[in-house]
């Protein structure tokens, strides 16, 4: 349970907008695989075998990471939340198959503050590197 509980409120865009995640926005505070820029670009993860196979593979590791909640589950979009341990901020996480890319999208973004200090890359390179493993 974290000391402080600095959540704030659930975006309202997130899921999936005309087959995209949502832009991250100009500050330094997310990373994802559909950003044209260096500062939040992000490779997206392949998808192993199939996209139900792959999808699963994400769960089952989220499932493992205490501090991750699994929020939304469609076949095709993952929306999970992470708690940072100390202060209870709140990073969104999102994974989107696009079979005819043969890719999984990914978007992790900080809620609150403007900078992130890596953290979100970081978790999405600790992500892959645990699904290409698992």
Avoid at 43 to 61: G, K, N
Avoid at 73 to 86: G, Q, R
Wanted: hydrophobic residues 40%; negative net charge.
């Amino acid at each position: 349970m974290p000391l402080l509980k600095l959540s704030g409120r659930r975006p309202a865009n997130l899921g999936v907008s005309n087959g995209k995640l949502a832009p991250c926005p100009k500050a330094p505070k997310c990373v994802s695989s559909q950003a044209g820029d260096t500062q939040h670009g992000i490779q997206a993860l392949p998808i192993i075998d199939s996209v139900p196979a792959s999808m699963q593979r994400i769960v089952d590791l989220l499932t493992e990471w205490p501090e991750a909640r699994l929020v939304t589950e469609k076949p095709d979009y993952l929306h999970a939340e992470f708690t940072s341990a100390l202060m209870g901020f709140v990073d969104d996480v999102e994974f989107l198959a696009t079979p005819e890319e043969e890719l999984i999208h990914v978007r992790s973004c900080s809620r609150l503050g403007y900078s992130d200090l890596g953290v979100n890359r970081s978790r999405v390179e600790t992500i892959r590197e645990a699904y290409l493993n698992a």
